[in-house]
């Protein structure tokens, strides 16, 4: 991987490092387990973990050595003098010594500015944007697996001298979440039972399976004995879909009626035999709890570095056509305009996957 040689690699062991990444939801919980295994490999260095608020409800049984910090980048701390002000009062109140940039926007290339005026080391992150561009353009793709992104978030931190564990499976460790948390959506799982969780939304229409389509999918997983089926979501649009699912088929609940906050939605992921999601921040959440994921892919590809933690490829759902990828994060119009990446993939084929998994 090119280093950036704005910085240089540490000779020295930092003993405060302020950690950055704003952005949207799945791109905080693919740096969690990196950041928990980087907090456990060097117990003697404190991590200052700094996201926008609505996310810090992630990181459930943290390790001791790390803080984590929710800051309003777009009104509190918003613009240079914010983000200068921002970085003075992490600095003067954590000692921080190293900020390892796991993002690389405008907003954390301000924050390495500041490091470098006060002679804080900094690094940070190669996001490979012309090696994914190669992945994704329309005309001689090059179809090769990326560098996954938490390989990238772990290379900032060796360039700060770092260590970093990847033995993370779950936040709960070897155990599951608290059933207590979610007794108001069910009763605690009884034995011969199987649990599935459905997300079948995204952040853009690339990585959506057709609605008509999913729905046969789980119509289909219906029917496997014992069976509960729960449905996650958030929009006021999805949260109506969601609950005519619930209502038209059976053993299928809807818990996208209200927010019940990460603590509560985590623990009841890492009680499911299997999780069906998008390319979508559902599947790096039940990656958190060590929740085998059936992932499916349109637009999008594994190979651009989004996978969630330690998931089986296998397990990825995709077709190999020409047109795939055309997007690193499924913002663009189909320039065939059928979305053909997922409108040709089967209901069946997803409940196969599925059903290897249970059986």
């Known amino acids: 991987m090119e280093v950036n040689s704005f910085f240089k690699t540490s000779t020295a062991r ?55 910090v929710g800051a309003d980048v777009k ?3 918003s613009g240079v003098n914010g983000l ?17 940039d796991l993002h690389d926007v405008l907003r954390t290339r301000m924050i390495d500015i500041f490091c470098r005026l006060r002679g804080v080391e900094a690094a940070r992150i190669d996001k490979g944007r012309a090696d ?85 999918a789980v119509m289909q997983m219906s029917q496997i004995p014992g069976v509960k089926i729960f449905l996650f979501g958030g929009g006021e649009s999805e949260r109506a879909v969601l609950a005519e699912w619930a209502r038209e088929i059976p053993h299928t609940k809807s818990i996208a009626e209200q927010r019940h906050g990460f603590a ?35 637009a999008t590809h594994p190979y651009c570095g989004f996978s969630g933690w ?11 056509i020409p047109c795939r990828p055309c997007s690193v994060f ?7 305009g059928d979305f053909r990446c997922m409108r040709s993939i089967s209901p069946q084929t997803i409940t196969d996957k599925v059903m290897q998994l249970i059986q």
């Open 330 to 336: 499924g913002n663009k119009e189909c320039y065939l």
């Open 264 to 298: 509560v939605e985590l623990s009841l992921m890492s009680w499911l035999d299997v999780m069906v999601s998008m390319d979508s921040a559902n599947m790096h959440m039940a990656s958190l709890v060590n929740t085998p994921v059936v992932s499916v892919w349109g």
């Open 75 to 77: 009104n509190e701390y």
């Open 310 to 320: 330690h998931q089986n490829p296998d397990l990825a759902v995709q077709l190999n």
């Open 132 to 216: 994914k561009k190669m992945l994704t353009r329309r005309n001689d793709k090059v179809l090769e697996p990326l560098e996954e992104s938490t390989e990238r978030y772990m290379d900032v931190f060796h360039r700060l001298g770092l260590e970093v564990d990847t033995s993370f499976r779950s936040i709960y460790g070897t155990e599951c979440g608290d059933p207590q948390l979610f007794s108001h959506i069910t009763q605690s799982k009884n034995d011969g039972e199987v649990w599935i969780g459905v997300a079948p939304f995204a952040a853009h229409p690339g990585k959506i399976y057709p609605q008509n389509m999913m729905r046969q």
């Open 14 to 68: 930092p003993e405060n490092v302020l950690v950055a990444r704003f952005s949207a939801l799945g791109d905080v919980c693919m740096a969690l387990p990196v950041v928990y295994g980087a907090c456990r490999a060097n117990p003697d260095v404190r991590f200052v973990f700094v996201t926008k608020p609505p996310v810090t409800g992630l990181f459930i049984n943290p390790p001791k050595n790390l803080v984590v």
């Open 84 to 100: 200068r002000r921002l970085f003075s009062e992490l600095r003067q109140q954590y000692s921080i010594d190293a900020f390892a």
